[in-house]
């Protein structure tokens, strides 16, 4: 079962009822998506360290942690993958970013 939040999100008003760019007051009603097992993975299993970046494309989700390694999730929010480079073993992970590359190829750029 997906669990999600949702929010409803309302631009700020200046004096004429536009927002901060002139234009006209909006809202828009906002969905995140719950991850709980991905979350559980992190605080229940501290040799994993903790969640220090997050990226997602597509049907993946990518959190990098203080371990210095990266772990990728399906749709399902199961572990398919453990990248760690030895180099940067114990360095934690500061920023993450997915891309599509052709049809068959994602790839991750990570920041120490």
């Known amino acids: 079962m ?7 999100v309302q631009s700020n008003l200046d004096s004429n009822n536009n927002d901060d760019h002139g234009g006209p007051t909006g809202r828009k009603l906002m969905h995140s998506k719950n991850l ?6 992190f605080h229940q299993q501290t040799k994993n360290g903790f969640a220090y970046a997050v990226t997602a494309l597509e049907q993946y989700t990518a959190v990098g942690s203080s371990d210095g390694g990266v772990r990728l999730f399906d749709e399902i929010e199961r572990e398919i993958k453990f990248l760690q480079d030895k180099s940067v073993k114990g360095i934690p992970v500061i920023s993450l970013d997915m891309i599509r590359m052709r049809d068959t190829s994602i790839y991750i750029a990570v920041g120490h």
Do not use: E, F
């Open 2 to 8: 997906i669990q999600q939040t949702s929010y409803l």
């Open 36 to 41: 709980q097992s991905i979350t559980d993975t």
